[in-house]
């Protein structure tokens, strides 16, 4: 892996959780969409993240466990944080959707999810499970070689990606969620 994932001031991070740095320091993206109707978070393709089901994700649990924060994420740092779990989930999602991700590869990924967080994982959000086990997939993909970095890119670059403005932008240039509000 490329290196540390940095998380907010105050959160604290775990070794599993080094497949979402994976995808945010391994990986680029670009293309943005007007992004108008509100109930949705995010959106790559078909796929999007309502609000409602973002609210579930930043509340779960087994994503504090997981990425291994220490309790609720609040004030700037949760921004931060909302704003690389979106990113992460927009580059699972395009390669999900490309059909670089093999069903084995996503079983895979369940599977050790399951065995290191017993029935934590199995309770959490469809939601979460989903966005755990396709970012677990895809590092590991990317890092073994399966995936290579410049396909990933491309491949997420002529992706249809919208984000709600009270999330940021997304940025062309650092390929990630920048900012709040529209473009500068």
Known sequence: MTGPLHLPHGARRR????????LALSLGATSCATFTEHRDAV????E??????LGTMLESPFLEQWTQTAGPVNGVARGEFTKLLLSNWI???ALVQAGLVPDEERAAAEQQLTAEFAGDFEAAPEVVRRFAID???VGGLLSRGVIARDE???IIRSSDV???PRY???DEELIVISGFGPPR
């Open 91 to 93: 580059y699972a999602s």
């Open 168 to 170: 940021g932008w997304w």
């Open 152 to 154: 990933a890119i491309e």
């Open 43 to 46: 959106r790559v393709g078909d």
């Open 48 to 53: 999007e993240i309502t609000q409602d089901q």
């Open 162 to 164: 919208a984000v709600d």
């Open 135 to 137: 970012s677990i997939a």
């Open 15 to 22: 070794p599993l959780a080094a497949a979402v740095a994976a």
